[in-house]
């Protein structure tokens, strides 16, 4: 009964026989352009369907898993990673690719093959320029650093977590001198999230918004507080029926996907056929619940509307997280806040909480849903402030990454911003540096990801309302399809097709623009606070 | 969009590119035993630990996956079931194995590297000789004779299962030649699922049972029925509860499992700390959720019986079918349809359904939970019956796989058995010989299993009443786990440390037999009826 002391021994064994695991180069010599390019795609999928099982395995740790599995979990894990991993960087795809580029069947720059070889090429070459080592130290320590984020949140005692920040920044430098880039370290961390995102593009748009939000932000401050009516008792079991009623009017497929509880809001695209959303509920607070639906309903919809002859390969996949960002934060903001949204689902939503609702017209119930009111906590922000803390975050990242900011001086940092910008100052550091999870993990350019679907979202659901029609007045009809369509159709089923840039300029006959952002904000918030 | 002409391409390509990777073989040479055996254990874990990640797909697919996700599991699961096939004909074995065997590390047979070397080279001799075309064939036929066998079911059209039934028995003849045999052929199939034991002894033991319970079964042909208050309104969420809480009381623990509802119900041991049990439960028919739950509670007890520190070896896995169902019937039969059990239950349960059990005496509540009516369905068997239904599956897979009986001959010769044996002639075939799913999923050897647990779960339990004192009289005052501890001592925490008779002769002073499982259901089953 060895399972302390031994355990470090026998894991160490069992990586080392993991790791001889190498796939055996099978490619055949004078492979023609199209042979090569099957024997690809073929890898790709296997690629994405053994990392699809380890979605499942996340998927159920979060939803289903019994307390004490979790050590178990952790090993089922670590060895499908490595398996993916493996076959990420598969040394066949080197002569594969080489096969294929600048044949005839990648000419049109359009076409799936061109693509899913424009993609592939691009994965690839980061992730064999990624030293092993690397990334072993790197799930190592974002390991650990997890672990400790979550004891040191509790605790609110950032100095235990200072070092394990510094660290994941030092390693970080590491990860894009390993990769390389052109600009600034920064830009190779972006390219995982947002691909051809660079650093100084997203200072031009994450600055000038912030700009122009400060002062909108600043003319709300006074108004007083208006939302009590969403802390009343709202049942749980009804509010998982409207939830559930709610989605299947929107459109989501319910023989493809479902709905479950969890810890944290999240959706996860298992495969095709099979995307779940996960939500957390609170019986006093009805907006956590039925945000955390728009929003994954959002990602959702654009996992159910990707093209699924395409599965397992980039054509199949989304554009980018920012581009999957704005279909949650569309359909979170400019559909669940809407007043055409509320004129269809009120008088449900009176009649599941009659309660809760009966003096509450539904004009002051709209107006609750959209208060405004500047605070410490990033995910209890209204949509008008929330980019002031994606912007505050992203300043703080590329200061750190630089070397500028250490990490014993974050808290002092933080602080100073959130006085400056939202007018708020963190009570602790629970509420102010230590609330988000995203850095311990060794999300570093994953933030203005947020932003940019911000950004994306109120440019799209200006071009689809220019295309279809007033689309609140659809909405109060109950007719959700044809904003669902028409993204579908522009944004869904071209997968990774272009470029981001380039997808919204054909969505939207012009490159992304963060006006759309501030001006929907102006329109919408202007009156009624 | 070539969802539908391409996808068989796809999929050879797919499965061809899977299949080149073979692990290279890197054990170094000149490895002591001791290294040898350790590096061989990291295989073996690393083997179940991706067997277990394929457990948690098919826990998913009954329990939670949405319907459109069959195809994407389907493909999940064939890529992990290739990847655990790969390692457990993994070459290596070979020299690990020989380097082992013999030495001093394996002197004492009964020391867990003993076990599991013996155990290990067992099972990597017969996968070995298994070939490949052999292993798909068979994966192939078995996968399109489920879903004729649930067509064929649903039209009760026999004839189109026919010629399937007779190609698996003729591929089961294959496989039992490749891996070899001292006897019988059906000696190499039962090997699988019982090892250790033989054509021979099971005839031996099946037919002495069936000789002994049809004159019990006859008795009882002409009691009238009296189980008509369990078919009452038992709703379904207090069913839920009731069982919920009667599964804490017996020992099941909630931090390293869970309960789920399911079609079919079962038990699935995902790893350490997190065993489930699915249910199915009908709101008229209170026995099918309650008997679901004491059969899978005693499969999820041994599985958390086990010993943690040797997960992933045959140390620290179940002895065999036989025994894991003996645990289950065990529970279900001796603890679950029990007088103490139910001085216990059954307040708490009339404090549940007021409705249904107000006018119900204790005494009549239990006989209708023990009634005996021979019928021609196995799952809905009472206890003392249930065993002729796998004495007449025995004598008729043994036929077909002789060939002394032909696939199309089956109806006539399953319904002339079911007559002589006990009474009763099935109306059509689905009630007949298209009843249970086993032959179509391959599982040939797998029904005797059944009665070797009755016929072990009696013996163990005589065994443990003679160690701990009256049973009946513990389970009457809400004790459980002096039969549990006992159970725990003498047969989960051992694995697979001694073939299955010894492990009963140890547990129970005296090798295998039958005449506890007679007696007890005479003892039972006398009075009362």
Same mark, same amino acid.
């Given at each position: ?56 395995? &996340? ?12 050590? +178990? ?47 592939? *090429? ?161 019986? *006093? ?107 505050? *975050?992203? &300043? ?69 309302? *220019? ?26 089923? +071209? ?35």
């Amino acid at each position: 009964m060895c399972a302390g002391a031994c355990k470090g021994v026998v894991l160490a064994l069992f990586y080392g026989a993991s790791r001889d695991l190498q796939p055996r180069p099978s490619v055949r010599k004078h492979m023609n352009a199209e042979q090569a390019y099957e024997t690809m795609i073929a890898l790709s999928r296997e690629e994405t369907l053994l990392a699809s099982c380890l979605d499942l395995l &996340e998927w159920d740790e979060e939803v289903s898993m019994p307390r004490d599995g979790v050590e +178990h979990r952790a090993e089922q894990r670590a060895l499908l990673a490595g398996l993916v991993h493996d076959r990420e960087t598969d040394p066949r795809y080197e002569e594969l690719l080489a096969a294929v580029e600048g044949s005839a069947l990648v000419s049109d720059p359009e076409s799936a093959a061109a693509v899913n070889v424009r993609e592939i *090429r691009r994965s690839f070459k980061k992730e064999r320029r990624m030293p092993r080592a690397l990334v072993e130290e790197w799930a190592r320590v974002t390991s650990i650093a997890q672990q400790t984020w979550a004891e040191s949140r509790r605790n609110d005692d950032y100095a235990s977590f200072a070092p394990w920040l510094e660290q994941i920044f030092a390693l970080a430098r590491e990860r894009a001198d390993a990769v390389g880039y052109e600009g600034t370290r920064y830009d190779a961390l972006l390219d995982d999230f947002e691909p051809g995102m660079t650093t100084e593009r997203l200072v031009d748009v994450l600055s000038n918004l912030q700009q122009r939000l400060v002062p909108l932000v600043a003319s709300f401050r006074d108004t007083p507080a208006s939302s009590e009516m969403l802390e009343r008792d709202f049942p749980l079991e009804r509010q998982k029926l409207f939830v559930e009623s709610a989605a299947a009017a929107l459109g989501f497929d319910p023989r493809g996907g479902r709905l479950d509880v969890s810890q944290h809001p999240f959706c996860s695209a298992i495969g095709p056929g099979d995307v779940r959303i996960a939500l957390r509920y609170h019986p *006093r607070d009805f907006g956590q619940g039925f945000f955390a639906l728009m929003h994954e309903l959002g990602h959702a919809l654009y996992d159910q509307g990707l093209d699924r002859a395409f599965y397992g390969t980039p054509m199949g996949d989304a554009a980018s997280l920012g581009v999957h960002e704005s279909q949650s934060r569309l359909w979170e903001n400019h559909v669940g806040r809407s007043e055409g949204f509320w004129r269809h689902f009120y008088p449900p939503l009176c009649d599941a909480f009659p309660e809760a609702l009966n003096d509450v017209s539904l004009d002051a119930f709209r107006r609750a849903m959209n208060h405004v009111a500047p605070g410490p906590i990033r995910v209890n922000a209204d949509e008008v402030t929330y980019d002031l803390h994606i912007t505050i *975050r992203f &300043e703080l990242e590329l200061a750190l990454l630089s070397g500028d900011l250490r990490a014993a001086e974050l808290p002092g940092a933080w602080n100073e911003l959130y006085e400056r910008h939202l007018g708020v100052r963190p009570r602790n550091d629970r509420e102010g540096c230590l609330q988000d999870i995203h850095w311990s993990e060794g999300l570093i350019g994953y933030f203005p990801t947020y932003s940019l679907g911000n950004v994306y979202a109120a440019q799209l659901f200006a071009a689809a309302e *220019r295309a279809v029609g007033p689309l609140e007045e659809s909405f109060a009809r109950g007719e959700f399809a044809p904003l669902r369509e028409w993204l579908r159709e522009h944004v869904h089923r +071209h997968g990774m097709r272009w470029p981001v840039p380039e997808l919204i300029a054909r969505a939207t006959g012009e490159g992304p623009d963060a006006s759309y952002l501030v001006e929907s904000l102006t329109r919408r918030y202007r009156d009624g606070h």
